[in-house]
């Protein structure tokens, strides 16, 4: 395990109750696109996708043990859990949204819209009503080293919710460029929606009957900016983290960036876990980093 001095910059005294570790841990090289970390309460392990080498790994939290979870894995990008605490997974090999059961068995939750194949879902947000919902971009189409080649059959790239009781697919989002990470707030009345090629964040209002408002942006990356956003997170106190480049953004609800924590590489995504959910999980190109904080990740609805 590598340890690397942690350097955060503060732009804003309301980021001023967060602390921790004094080194970000690496406790794992050998990826070559490291994606989708997920924490595993029951089993206090975190799984992970490496796209391009088609496979998901698995880091044991008690002994650090780094082992394969599954290979082949359907080039595998986002992966969460729902309220069953089952696998829900992106794959871009197959275009689709699996569930892995209990028993290993995996479930097909979506493929299709209106008959046409998805694209290839990127990542996944479980409500706490069950429903799913999941954004699809073209990246495992556009070539074969994050999936396989093909032609879109949908024309356009959209943020989609899977119906928990008769598990229809529709469509909630459909004006975006290259949607990417989300995240919903802790009360679940706000979805945050990264669009990578647009380089922002825009937030929507969730309505009782699973329906999206309102869509302004929420954070942009602006001028020369490095990097654009990726995968999110909330914390406890609905402040949005999210991987952006070489580093982690902070932002307060009013959409205020609070601070950055600078990283080695480049950033896909992150994940709170953990005893207390204060642990941040990080997966950046080659690598899996760690470090503990002050603050604690928000709990899903089902779980408070």
Not at 43 to 53: A, E, H, K, M, Q
Not at 166 to 179: L, T
Not at 192 to 200: G, L, P, Q, S
Request: aromatic share 8%.
């Amino acid at each position: 395990m590598d340890l690397i001095p942690v350097e955060f910059e503060a732009f804003d005294r309301r980021i001023a109750d967060v602390t921790g570790d004094r080194n970000l841990e690496r406790l794992h090289r050998g990826t070559r696109w490291a994606e989708g970390p997920v924490y595993v309460p029951a089993g206090r392990y975190l799984v992970w996708s490496d796209i391009p080498n088609d496979r998901m790994l698995r880091w044991d939290e008690l002994t650090g043990a780094v082992g394969p979870f599954r290979q082949p894995a359907g080039y595998v990008n986002g992966n969460t859990l729902d309220r069953e605490g089952r696998l829900i997974s992106c794959e871009h090999g197959a275009r689709r949204v699996t569930r892995t059961e209990h028993d290993g068995s995996v479930t097909v939750l979506a493929d299709r819209w209106r008959g046409k194949r998805l694209n290839s879902p990127n990542d996944a947000v479980v409500r706490s009503d069950g429903s799913v919902w999941f954004t699809d971009p073209p990246y495992g189409i556009l070539g074969d080293y994050e999936g396989h080649r093909a032609e879109p059959e949908i024309d356009g790239c959209h943020v989609y919710r899977i119906d928990p009781a008769g598990g229809e697919v529709s469509m909630v989002a459909g004006d975006f460029a290259r949607p990417n990470g989300l995240a919903f707030s802790p009360d679940e009345r706000l979805l945050y929606v990264a669009d990578t090629e647009r380089r922002h964040v825009r937030v929507f209002e969730v309505t009782r009957d699973g329906t999206l408002t309102g869509g302004k942006v929420f954070a942009e990356q602006q001028g020369d900016a490095d990097g654009s956003y990726d995968g999110m997170r909330l914390d406890d106190t609905g402040r949005l983290w999210a991987a952006v480049g070489r580093s982690i953004h902070a932002y307060h609800p009013d959409g205020t960036l609070l601070g950055r924590l600078h990283l080695p590489e480049s950033a896909s995504n992150l994940v709170f876990g953990g005893l207390k959910r204060n642990r941040v999980f990080i997966t950046a190109t080659t690598s899996l980093y760690s470090m503990m904080l002050s603050l604690r990740g928000a709990a899903p609805v089902w779980a408070t």
